[in-house]
């Protein structure tokens, strides 16, 4: 048996919106999602062992079951018993390079870094469908980790139809360190206020997933058009999330304000990221609003968007 070192890339909503209700008590969504080249990296060791260890020197990261990471080995565990009990479990280290609770999917990234990992250490030979359903069972932003690169996203999330790729731009990406949202908070709060508006039957669902799908940001994703890609961002979970965070407010103009294609919260935020035509303007967008915000809590990354989710990078 081989070790594997993961790279998992962090994903930006280029698009989201909350078209409804479901049954199972999470919303029906249409998003656009996209992987950027802020990325963890883990590395999976056979450990002989009947159990998963997980190791992390970010101590704000959960080394038990309330870990994503840990929770898709026991998922893979439970669902291949006698390669489990043959093979036995794998020390998982977490190098922990995309901010938590951010709004980036860091700790579905390293779920689905786990899944991909253990299909090769236990040499499983899943396919990609197989590996998405079962990161379906565990959270709705995993199955596009595995995936990466730009996709339409229905359903809870876990729905993917691939975009043509968007290789050659750049995001400037802030967060306040101190501060961390519940994406869970987000979506009971948007559904207490928006209840109202929300698309009830299955036609209206599928004729709005229709309307996007079709729709402006899809074509200027498929001409690489950056400008309308830009001003067609969109992120209904602003509309809550911006009213309780006057830091984040602020932050958001002074990015808008700074000369990129477009600015916007990511998922549920607190992350705001500005989408750039090169590196060098994120390095500019980034020095700028560093010297107009010189607050020691405020963190920024310039990554490029990427064309891939989980990638091998090495085998021991
Ligand atoms: O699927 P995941 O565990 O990442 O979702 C976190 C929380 O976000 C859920 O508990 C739910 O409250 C909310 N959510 C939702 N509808 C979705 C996805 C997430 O209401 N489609």
Known sequence: MHSYTLIAPAKINLY?????????GYHELVMIMQSVGLSDRLTLRPNGAEEFRLYCADPRVPADNTNLAYRAATLMAGQFPKVFANLGGVDISIEKN???AAGL???SADAAAVLVGLDL?????????????????????????????TAMATGRGEILDPLPDLDGLWVVLAKYNSLAVSTYWAYSAYRECFQENYISSPE?????????????LVRAIARK????????????LEKVVLPEYSLVVELREVLARSGGLGTMMSGSGPTVFTLCRSREEAIAIRDNARQVLPDPDLEFWVAPLCTSGIQVSSEM
């Open 204 to 216: 209206g669902v599928r004729s709005r997933l229709s309307e996007v799908s079709s729709g402006n």
């Open 105 to 107: 999917a860091g700790g």
């Open 16 to 24: 989201l919106e909350i078209v409804g209700d479901r049954p199972d």
């Open 98 to 100: 995309i901010p938590i």
């Open 121 to 149: 250490v236990w040499n499983l030979g899943l396919t990609r469908p197989e590996l998405q359903a079962l990161a379906a069972r565990l959270g709705s932003d995993i199955p596009f980790c595995v995936a990466g690169g």
């Open 225 to 236: 058009d950056g400008v309308a890609i830009g001003q067609l961002l969109h992120n209904d």
